[in-house]
């Protein structure tokens, strides 16, 4: 084997390591149901989010392009967030009948 083939292969097992080690992480936190949170302000996700979920100015919101979910409280500041549509669902009953 010749050293770019050596190097091409080196970089191929390097790449496909790091997709297995992606996958599992995020199969991990999909199993979390909700992740930590630090209440963030946000900009209501006017783009990269579509709305699956409001109740009294609360919105369930999933990413188009990570599928993350995120729970807003009515002023925009996200409360709760993670890969479980039905855990976030969960939570923004939760929130929203306060």
């Known amino acids: 084997m010749s050293e770019k083939e050596k190097s091409a292969a080196?970089?191929?097992a390097a790449v496909?390591?790091?997709a297995s080690a992606i996958i599992?992480?995020?199969a991990t936190l999909?199993?979390?149901?909700t992740l930590?949170?630090?209440?963030?302000?946000?900009?209501?996700?006017k783009v990269f989010w579509k709305n699956i979920a409001?109740?009294?100015?609360?919105?369930?919101?999933?990413?188009?392009?990570?599928?993350h979910c995120r729970v807003l409280?009515?002023?925009?500041?996200?409360?709760?967030?993670g890969f479980?549509?039905?855990a976030l669902l969960a939570e923004l009953q939760k929130v929203a009948g306060k």
């Open 10 to 12: 080196d970089t191929i």
């Open 24 to 26: 599992t992480l995020v």
């Open 36 to 45: 930590p949170n630090i209440p963030f302000p946000t900009m209501g996700g």
């Open 54 to 67: 409001e109740k009294d100015g609360w919105k369930l919101q999933k990413n188009m392009f990570t599928t």
């Open 73 to 81: 409280d009515p002023n925009n500041v996200r409360v709760a967030w």
């Open 84 to 86: 479980s549509e039905e």
């Open 30 to 33: 999909k199993e979390a149901g």
């Open 16 to 18: 496909t390591a790091t």
